[in-house]
C-alpha cells in the first residue's frame, strides 16, 4: 500500500476584490472586455456587454494569473456592485507550488500580487473579500501503472446518468475526470484524476522547469476537485462566510472530507452487510444472516418476501421445514443480530482504494 499524507490543500479559486476598494494603477493596459451581470444565488449570467476593462491577464515569470470586471447583483439588498475576480491559483507560489495556498503562505501570494504593479487593494480586503470556485488538491506519489489501474477502477463504478456534462470520462493517457467544471453541483461535484509529471513535461513545461525540481515531479499524480457556489461552501465546510480567510481555515481534515465525498458522490457504493454478533455459528447460519441481511437491509424486502423465495429453492420437504425453522430462529433474535463494525464509510472506503494509509 501506497503511504502518503493525507494533506489536501487549496490550488485555486476566484476572489472576488470590491471595486470600491480597489486602486487601479496600470491604466495602460485598459481594453474593450465583457461585463457580466451575474447571480450571487445561482451563479447563472443574467446579462453581460461590452466595457472597458483591466486586460485578461496579470503576467509573471513563466505563467499569468487572470481577472475580469464582473458586476454582481446581489438579490438580499436588489442592488449591482462592481468586482474585481481575480482567478487566483498556485503557480503564484512558485518554488512552493506544491504547498498550495494555506494560510500560512497567503501573505506572499498577496504580496506578489502587489508588486505586480496591477491594481493596490489591502491585505484585509484581500483576506475578507468573497470568493466562490474552489479546487481542493491531493498529491499522490504513485507509479503510472498503479495510477491507471485507480483510474480505471474507479471508472468502471460511475453512477450511471442520462443528464448531459454528468458521468466519468476516461481518457487516453489515463487520467480521469468526474462531469464538466461549468456545470457541477454539490450533488455531483467535478473531480480530475491527472498525471502532474505528464502535465509538467507537456502543458506546463515552461513554469515547471523554472520553479520545480525533477525529482518532487517524478511520479507525481493529482487528484482534483472542485466546490463551485459560495453557498456550496458555505453549507459544506460549515463557515458562515465564504471568504479567502474563512476557506484557508478550514481544516484539513474537512477538505479531505470534501475530496472524498466529491468522489464518492460520482461513484456506485459498495453494499456492505453487518457481521452477526453471534458466535461460533455454522455456515449455513452465516448464509442465512448473509442473505437476510442483504435482502432486507439493501433490497427493501421483507423478511416474509425473503423467506418464502428463499425456500422455493428446498425441493425435500424436511429440508424445507429445517431450513425455515433456522430463517424464523434468524429473525427472532431480531436486532441480535447484527453490528455496525463493517457497515460502509464512503470515506473510509475511498481512501483505502486510493491506497492512503
Known sequence: MTKIEQFCSIDSLKLRLPMSEVRIIDTSILDTKTKYVV???SGKIISEEKIKSLTSEIKFNGYSIKVALISLYEFATKSTNDYLEIYLHSKILEHSYFEGMTSTNIALVYQRLM???IFECSLDTFMNSPLNDIDIKLDLDIKKDVFNELCKELNSRTTSTTKLGQGGNLYDNGNLTFNRRETS??????????NKELEANEKNSEFFNLYIPNNLIKDKKRIEVTC???TDIKKYFEVETSTLNSVLSIPNDKLLNYLCYAINQNISKPVKIA???????SAIDIQIHIHFTNSITNQGMTFMQTLNSYLEHFEDKQMRMRMKKKCLEWNNKGAEQSTNETTSNDILDILKLLNIE
Open 275 to 281: 457481521k452477526s454478533t453471534i458466535k461460533n455459528q
Open 185 to 194: 453541483t454539490l450533488a455531483k461535484p467535478f473531480v480530475k484524476f491527472y
Open 115 to 117: 508588486s505586480a504593479n
Open 39 to 41: 447571480s450571487d444565488i
Open 228 to 230: 463551485k457556489k459560495s
